[in-house]
């Protein structure tokens, strides 16, 4: 059965990190872009960033600096680092292999003091 496992989240304080993973297994091919996004209370899911092929990145303007997405590729497991949170990235986070519907099942981040 192919999914996407997420884990971590939780609940930081602004200033403060935490590290969000995503599993894929039984995808039958090789995973190679893996997309993260979030969504909010009341407003629509928002892409926040990319592992693409060759370990190209990028990232939407307000996590830039912030964030940082990596790669095992030894457990299929990707990983988005998140310092320095702030208040309005409290949000439902999901990972999604770019280009096939496989979705995580979220994680929720919630950063408040």
């Known amino acids: 059965q192919a999914q996407l496992v997420q884990s971590g989240g939780g609940l930081v304080q602004p200033g403060g990190s935490l590290r969000l993973s995503c599993a894929a297994s039984?995808?039958?091919?090789?995973?190679?872009?893996i997309d993260w996004y979030r969504q909010a209370p009341g407003k629509s899911r928002e892409w926040v960033a990319r592992?693409?092929?060759?370990?190209?990145?990028s990232y939407e303007g307000s996590v830039k600096g912030r964030f940082t997405v990596s790669r095992d590729s030894a457990t299929n497991t990707d990983y988005l680092q998140m310092n320095n949170l702030k208040p309005d990235d409290s949000a439902i986070y999901y990972c999604?292999?770019?280009?096939?519907?496989?979705w995580g099942q979220g994680a929720q981040v919630n950063v408040s003091s």
């Open positions: 592992l693409g092929n060759s370990g190209v990145t």
């Open positions: 999604k292999v770019a280009g096939h519907p496989f």
């Open positions: 039984g995808i039958g091919f090789t995973v190679s872009v």
